[in-house]
């Protein structure tokens, strides 16, 4: 099976969500994004935007998080069902990388792909080439990251 052949072009699939409480927004940033906003509480509240919250890079490292459980599930249910999982590799990069909001202490992100392209690789025969838009929205609907990600998939 091919990635297109399991997702359709242009349909949603919610893969997920993650909640971004105080303890792992404040883990992360100490890690990997120490500015005041996302790494103490009080100078947070002073800032432009007004209270703690995650880095946008949080934001995309939990996407990715959330899409390898997804797909780790979704795959065994695959094989469950007597079908091959689509065989996919590493990502050659994003584009239109979007942080459209701040996410913050408290909030949980619901993530969602949908599949936007898929061709087969002229110079590499047996590789696809697949384009997803992945999201992440706050539980009231409101948009907080978009961006655009190839995959390779091995036929």
């Known amino acids: 099976m091919i990635m297109v052949e399991r997702y359709p072009i242009g349909e949603k699939t919610d893969i997920g969500h993650y909640a ?8 992360f940033a100490r890690r990997f994004d120490p500015q005041r906003f996302h790494v103490d ?4 509240k002073e800032s432009l935007f007004g209270g703690l919250c995650a880095s946008g890079w949080h ?5 990715m998080q959330v899409f390898l459980a997804y797909w780790k599930v979704e795959s065994e249910r695959l094989i469950r069902e007597g079908s091959v999982p689509p065989n996919l590799g590493p990502s050659p ?3 239109n990388m979007q942080w459209i909001r701040p996410v913050f202490a408290g909030e949980v992100v619901h993530y969602s792909n949908t599949l936007l392209a898929s061709r087969a690789l002229a110079s590499r025969p047996g590789m696809r080439l ?4 992945s999201e992440g929205a706050i539980s009231d609907g409101t948009p907080v990251i ?6 390779l998939e091995f036929e």
Do not use: M, P
């Open 130 to 133: 697949n384009t997803i838009l």
């Open 41 to 44: 509480t009080a100078a947070a």
């Open 20 to 27: 971004f409480t105080e303890e792992r927004i404040l883990s």
């Open 59 to 63: 934001t995309s490292a939990a996407w």
């Open 93 to 95: 990069g994003f584009r």
């Open 146 to 151: 978009r961006f655009e990600g190839s995959v």
